[in-house]
């Protein structure tokens, strides 16, 4: 998530201190007690949507419904499911008419998925994403004020695409460059973990893994964590294997979206705890999962605190194993299980310096009217920019994706960029698109 954290949307001390109280609680109640306390936030939430937001208010009174027919979690049923399409469609009609009495803040967020969309998060959903993470860190030993360091793409683009690293004293964060990992670099990488002493390090999935395989070819053998959070896509049993080794720490798994609507996150007996005092999730078209284990679904997520733009029902793309029975962690947390999260999974580019790019799915919501970009390198010097133009696509836009794509994959690439129809997106057998197809594969 390309969010460029600003400390002033997140400088709520008191709602910070006050949820943080309430979440510190909600993870260890008795379940009924959870519920309800999902169900008091729901109600609230969908008044709100009935009575401020245009979509919602017009899809009620269609369906003739009132957010009285709506009581407890079953009865969402009755709502249809909202689509990414509907939302980027709908545009204003999904924020509040009162949204500024709740201090919205517009963030542009492709997520991972190559479609840019613009969102509004109010007060109350960036106190809780504060307070999300912190509880989360704090599962593996954080403090407020414990210095890390985290793998960022979207933070160097904006300023020294070449840095490797930069320490931001305000956030005692030492921000290393996901573009800048490869062999060659890794000693200057581990130089600057060793002047700032992280405590802990965050990044996506691919790219912890490919700087702990930069550092095992280095022979970098004295850089550890007390845990790694790996965020944004699958973390394969390999990947985690390769952190374990060279960092030495537990690696913490997550799984979430801007839309604020589901958070799941790994405690440090490894259970995928559902954040269910965050958002309500619900599990679409439920079947046997191949192994027959466990029960397999469509993630659907619905918010419990963004009254500036709620999101319900949101179809968030995934599908994500769960057990049919009640699970209990050896943690002692009540929030609810899951098995598997099957998210994104993306190829990876590779530079002709070497290098490898993890992150291009940041690009599409750095440039105007993007409906759809699909990334594809046919050879290790030749990279398509396939674009499914929206209506304020231009020429310049097109040039500045170009030049975003060079500053990621080097002078020596040859970008060449396409304007495609939505029919001539490449999708896999599956059925599922991604964002970046490469064809020139990493040596292990
Ligand atoms: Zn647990």
């Given at each position: 998530?390309?969010?460029?954290?600003?400390?002033?949307?997140?400088?709520?001390p008191?709602?910070i201190?006050?949820?943080n109280?309430?979440l510190?609680k909600t993870?260890?109640l008795?379940r009924?007690?959870?519920?309800?306390?999902?169900?008091r936030r729901?109600?609230?939430?969908?008044?709100?949507?009935?009575?401020?937001?245009?979509?919602?208010?017009?899809l009620?009174?269609?369906?003739?419904?009132?957010?009285?027919?709506i009581r407890?979690?079953?009865?969402?049923k009755?709502?249809?499911?909202?689509?990414?399409?509907i939302?980027c469609k709908?545009?204003?009609?999904?924020?509040?008419?009162?949204?500024?009495?709740y201090d919205?803040v517009?963030y542009?967020?492709?997520?991972?998925?190559?479609?840019?969309?613009?969102?509004?998060?109010?007060?109350?959903?960036?106190?809780?994403?504060?307070?999300?993470?912190?509880?989360?860190w704090?599962?593996?030993g954080?403090?407020l004020?414990?210095?890390?360091?985290?793998?960022?793409?979207?933070?160097?683009?904006?300023r020294?695409?070449?840095?490797?690293?930069?320490?931001?004293p305000?956030?005692?964060?030492?921000m290393?460059?996901?573009?800048?990992v490869?062999?060659?670099?890794?000693?200057?990488m581990?130089?600057?973990?060793?002047?700032?002493r992280?405590?802990?390090?965050?990044?996506?999935?691919?790219t912890?893994?490919?700087?702990a395989?930069?550092?095992?070819?280095?022979?970098?053998t004295?850089?550890?964590?007390?845990?790694?959070f790996?965020t944004?896509?699958?973390?394969?049993p390999?990947?985690?294997?390769?952190m374990e080794?060279?960092?030495g720490c537990?690696?913490?798994d997550?799984?979430?979206?801007?839309?604020?609507?589901?958070?799941?996150?790994?405690?440090?007996?490894?259970?995928?705890?559902?954040?269910?005092?965050?958002?309500?999730?619900?599990?679409e078209?439920?079947?046997?999962?191949?192994?027959?284990?466990?029960m397999?679904?469509r993630?659907?997520g619905?918010s419990?605190?963004?009254?500036a733009?709620?999101?319900?029902?949101?179809d968030?793309?995934?599908?994500?194993e769960?057990f049919?029975?009640t699970?209990i962690c050896?943690?002692?947390?009540?929030l609810?299980l899951v098995?598997v999260?099957?998210?994104?999974?993306?190829?990876?580019?590779?530079?002709?310096d070497?290098r490898?790019?993890?992150?291009?799915f940041v690009?599409?919501?750095?440039?105007?009217?993007?409906?759809?970009?699909q990334?594809?390198?046919?050879?290790?010097t030749v990279l398509n920019?396939?674009?499914?133009?929206?209506e304020?696509?231009?020429?310049?836009?097109s040039?500045?994706l170009?030049c975003?794509?060079?500053?990621?994959?080097?002078?020596?690439?040859?970008?060449r960029?396409?304007?495609i129809t939505?029919?001539d997106i490449?999708t896999?057998?599956?059925g599922?698109?991604?964002t970046?197809?490469s064809?020139?594969?990493?040596?292990d």
């Amino acid at each position: 998530m390309a969010i460029d954290f600003r400390i002033r949307n997140f400088f709520y001390p008191v709602g910070i201190y006050r949820l943080n109280r309430t979440l510190e609680k909600t993870q260890w109640l008795p379940r009924d007690e959870l519920l309800a306390y999902q169900e008091r936030r729901l109600t609230a939430i969908l008044d709100q949507a009935y009575n401020h937001v245009p979509y919602y208010r017009r899809l009620f009174k269609t369906l003739g419904l009132t957010p009285a027919d709506i009581r407890c979690v079953d009865d969402l049923k009755k709502l249809p499911l909202l689509s990414k399409d509907i939302v980027c469609k709908g545009g204003t009609d999904f924020i509040a008419d009162n949204a500024k009495r709740y201090d919205p803040v517009t963030y542009s967020t492709s997520g991972t998925s190559g479609v840019p969309m613009r969102i509004q998060l109010d007060k109350g959903a960036r106190i809780l994403e504060f307070v999300y993470y912190w509880r989360h860190w704090g599962w593996a030993g954080y403090r407020l004020g414990d210095r890390f360091a985290e793998l960022r793409t979207y933070f160097f683009l904006g300023r020294n695409s070449d840095a490797v690293s930069l320490w931001q004293p305000h956030l005692r964060g030492l921000m290393l460059n996901s573009n800048q990992v490869s062999f060659s670099r890794a000693k200057k990488m581990a130089e600057a973990i060793r002047r700032y002493r992280p405590k802990f390090l965050k990044g996506m999935a691919a790219t912890l893994y490919f700087l702990a395989l930069s550092f095992k070819q280095a022979g970098i053998t004295d850089i550890s964590f007390r845990a790694v959070f790996s965020t944004g896509e699958v973390l394969t049993p390999q990947y985690r294997a390769m952190m374990e080794q060279v960092f030495g720490c537990p690696v913490m798994d997550s799984y979430g979206h801007m839309e604020g609507a589901v958070a799941i996150s790994q405690c440090m007996e490894g259970g995928y705890h559902i954040n269910s005092d965050y958002g309500l999730l619900e599990f679409e078209n439920p079947q046997p999962s191949e192994d027959g284990t466990a029960m397999v679904g469509r993630a659907v997520g619905t918010s419990l605190y963004n009254f500036a733009m709620p999101f319900i029902r949101y179809d968030m793309g995934d599908d994500i194993e769960f057990f049919p029975e009640t699970e209990i962690c050896p943690c002692g947390r009540t929030l609810p299980l899951v098995k598997v999260i099957h998210g994104r999974r993306d190829d990876i580019i590779i530079t002709p310096d070497g290098r490898l790019v993890t992150n291009m799915f940041v690009l599409p919501e750095l440039v105007e009217g993007i409906r759809f970009a699909q990334f594809i390198q046919e050879s290790s010097t030749v990279l398509n920019v396939n674009v499914v133009p929206g209506e304020t696509w231009t020429e310049g836009e097109s040039e500045k994706l170009s030049c975003y794509v060079k500053k990621l994959t080097g002078k020596e690439m040859n970008v060449r960029m396409h304007q495609i129809t939505q029919n001539d997106i490449i999708t896999d057998a599956s059925g599922k698109t991604r964002t970046v197809i490469s064809y020139v594969k990493p040596r292990d």
